[in-house]
């Protein structure tokens, strides 16, 4: 079951590192972000995860499609609240 809760828990926290991610020039503060999203997506509740994925198994783990993702995530996310 997926609460609103872990709704907006998840995208109040990827659309705060969405933010800082899209307009960073930092590679080590991208990688940064990218590891706190898939040590966040670990921990997350498995039917949202699969709800916004898609199927995806690499969804939000793949760093070349990251920014895509990311992004994607938090669309889903804000129409979902």
């Given at each position: 079951m997926i609460t609103k809760d872990s709704i907006e828990t998840a995208y109040s926290f990827f659309h705060q590192?969405?933010?800082i991610y899209v307009h960073s020039t930092?590679?080590?503060q991208r990688d940064d972000i990218e590891c706190a999203i898939e040590s966040y997506v670990d921990?997350?509740?498995p039917e949202l995860y699969r709800l916004i994925a898609e199927g995806r198994?690499?969804?939000?783990r793949d760093h070349k499609q990251f920014q895509k993702d990311i992004m994607y995530a938090v669309d889903m996310?804000?129409?979902m609240l």
């Amino acid at each position: 079951m997926i609460t609103k809760d872990s709704i907006e828990t998840a995208y109040s926290f990827f659309h705060q590192k969405e933010r800082i991610y899209v307009h960073s020039t930092l590679d080590w503060q991208r990688d940064d972000i990218e590891c706190a999203i898939e040590s966040y997506v670990d921990d997350m509740s498995p039917e949202l995860y699969r709800l916004i994925a898609e199927g995806r198994k690499d969804f939000l783990r793949d760093h070349k499609q990251f920014q895509k993702d990311i992004m994607y995530a938090v669309d889903m996310l804000e129409k979902m609240l």
